[in-house]
């Protein structure tokens, strides 16, 4: 049996998804209990020092259980085993195997070569389309939603960001590859899809004749089958009139954009090598409420970044309530090695980092509370996904990305279906289905 516990994005979810598949090539079926497992797989973020220590936290977790059964296999894959390699091993001398990021088309023989007592470490870079072809799509099981990645890796090198020491430098996967998948999908009775990518903006910029990321959309957009198109994660320097122009003219494609802003105030953004100014990053949101009057942005947020001072968090804040955030997902800036930014005197306290943090967070969940209110009375297109995690009712998201509970039955599942907002809570919404 197989327990595999995933830490951190989209990205990594995707790739679990391939290293479930992987595993049941071999003979393993998934369990939820790690009591019950053969093999503990952690695939991991670092993206934050605190997403890495809490990886350490887990594996201290299974250190006693490894005791107990000495035959059980750990491994340790995703950012962390890539930035990690070998002093993993010392620092976890229980784990038996560690694999990068690129390296999920060898988990299999190393899953084996554990079984036999060798332990390994596998981190070497892909750097090449070839390598998208070495993973399994991991979605034949069909669902609801389901993410297609569409590229891997960043060239933009943000002075915080340890994307492109751990996931590589940008490449692009065919667009007929990813029609294919996307096909398959369908076919398997997914609605939805989202094309995943750290910066999908940049999508087949690197290869000619190959169409741009608006074009790739256009393309999926016509596959029967598919109701619902989403993609994530956008690079606010990147965007195009083209791809603004999709939220417009794409009916399929969801109301709904993730754009990181990451701070409010130029002097930071320009430490943090963002290539754009408040005032452009403004601009690109007014385009895109222009071309979609019903679109919901989310966004990122760092606080706490070098040079941060009183007045450039106020312009966080400005900033947040101008554009007026469905959602915001925030953190205390942390020193990533090998980052240029570790080098940049941390000139903010933690004591004080957190404040900010606490006062940003406040400050989004009152917008956050007050962008779902406005929704009562509201008639949505809710894609039904399934039974909430009480059971008792269906969950679906809106358009806007909005989650949604309400009465039904579970045969309606995959289905996008006219819901009225009843309730607009913190963090849900409640409907009453209008038509089945």
Do not use: W
């Not at 899953?111 to 060798?118: C, D, F, M």
């Not at 398959?184 to 990321?213: C, H, I, M």
């Not at 606080?303 to 205390?332: C, K």
């Not at 005197?345 to 606490?358: C, F, M, S, T």
């Amino acid at each position: 049996m197989l327990y595999l516990e995933t830490f951190g994005c989209q990205m990594n979810v995707s790739d679990s998804e391939k290293i479930a598949a992987l595993m049941r090539g071999i003979g393993y079926a998934e369990t939820p209990d790690p009591m019950l497992a053969d093999l503990i797989l952690l695939n991991t973020c670092s993206i934050r020092a605190k997403a890495e220590q809490r990886v350490y936290g887990h594996l201290g977790k299974f250190k006693a259980m490894k005791a107990d059964r000495p035959g059980l296999i750990i491994g340790v894959g995703g950012c962390v085993a890539q930035q990690e390699g070998e002093r993993l091993l010392k620092k976890a001398p229980f784990v038996n195997l560690v694999f990068g990021t690129h390296n999920l088309h060898l988990l299999q023989d190393m899953v084996g070569a554990a079984q036999g007592g060798t332990r390994s470490v596998e981190t070497d870079f892909l750097d090449d389309e070839g390598r998208f072809d070495l993973f399994p799509a991991g979605h034949a099981e069909g669902g609801v939603s389901k993410f297609v990645t569409v590229m891997q890796g960043c060239d933009n090198f943000c002075a915080y960001c340890i994307v492109p020491h751990v996931r590589g430098r940008e490449i692009s996967r065919s667009a007929a590859k990813v029609v294919e998948e996307v096909e398959a999908l369908a076919a398997a009775g997914v609605t939805e899809v989202t094309l995943l990518g750290q910066n999908v903006n940049s999508y087949g910029s690197r290869k000619a004749g190959e169409p741009d990321f608006p074009e790739l959309l256009r393309l999926v957009a016509q596959i029967d089958g598919i109701r619902r198109l989403r993609f994530t994660t956008s690079h606010p320097k990147d965007i195009s009139p083209q791809l603004i122009d999709c939220f417009a003219d794409i009916p399929k494609l969801a109301p709904h954009i993730h754009l990181p802003a990451q701070s409010g105030c130029d002097a930071v953004l320009k430490g943090m090598n963002r290539g754009y100014s408040r005032a452009a990053y403004l601009d690109k949101v007014a385009a895109l409420k222009a071309a979609c009057p019903r679109i919901q942005l989310t966004g990122d947020m760092i606080v706490g970044f070098p040079g941060e001072d009183e007045e450039a968090f106020q312009q966080t804040l400005s900033l947040m309530d101008e554009v007026q955030y469905a959602d915001l997902f925030s953190f205390i800036y942390s020193a990533r090695p090998g980052t240029k930014a570790a080098g940049y005197p941390d000139e903010v306290g933690y004591a004080e980092k957190q404040g900010r943090l606490e006062r940003l967070q406040a400050a989004q969940k009152k917008i956050t509370l007050a962008r779902n209110e406005s929704l009562v009375g509201s008639v949505q297109q809710v894609l039904i996904e399934g039974l909430s995690t009480s059971g008792d009712s269906l969950f679906g998201r809106t358009g806007g990305n909005r989650g949604a509970i309400m009465s039904g039955d579970p045969s309606l599942a995959g289905r996008v279906l006219e819901v009225r907002i009843v309730e607009g809570l913190q963090t849900i919404l409640k409907g009453e289905i209008l038509h089945v």
